[in-house]
């Protein structure tokens, strides 16, 4: 392989381009994507998307999900974490757990569920706190006195 080839394989390799899933399409199972990724169809499981992932109007999406930057033109229903920002447009519904630390709302889209907005790292270690504090509760031995 010449120079020219090497760099011309590498900037293929760094340009993910761009992923579809067609209105017609259904899909189950996981789905790892990177750069922009349009789903037009259905898709059941879980997503991993590395750049954009666009659910365009008509789709219907019932997947854990963890994006870098999510668009909601559907329907879109599950535990989704986000590392960047979600926008929900005017026919964007959403049903499930959200964390993400930006949100965006157009008039008209259709929220109903748990919204945490931290960053998620900090939504992560918020929740082992807590988790460790139960833990030292329930193993606790309660100091009650009483007076005579």
Do not use: W
């Not at 898709?43 to 999900?65: D, F, P, Y």
């Not at 959403?94 to 930006?102: I, S, V």
């Amino acid at each position: 392989m010449t120079k020219k080839e090497s760099k011309s394989s590498k900037k293929k390799q760094d340009n993910p381009g761009v992923s579809i899933l067609t209105s017609e399409c259904h899909f189950h199972g996981r789905m790892i994507c990177k750069g922009i990724s349009r789903i037009g169809g259905t898709i059941h499981g879980e997503i991993e998307s590395e750049g954009i992932l666009i659910i365009e109007t008509g789709a219907h999406v019932e997947a854990a999900i963890q994006a870098d930057e999510v668009v909601v033109q559907g329907s879109l229903k599950g535990r989704v974490s986000i590392s960047n920002r979600i926008e929900f447009t005017s026919t964007g519904t959403f049903t499930g757990k959200l964390e993400t630390p930006n949100l965006y709302v157009i008039d008209g889209a259709k929220l109903n569920g748990e919204i945490a907005m931290q960053n998620i790292a900090e939504v992560r270690r918020d929740a082992k706190e807590i988790e460790k504090l139960e833990l030292e509760t329930l193993n606790s031995e309660p100091n009650i006195e009483f007076e005579k």
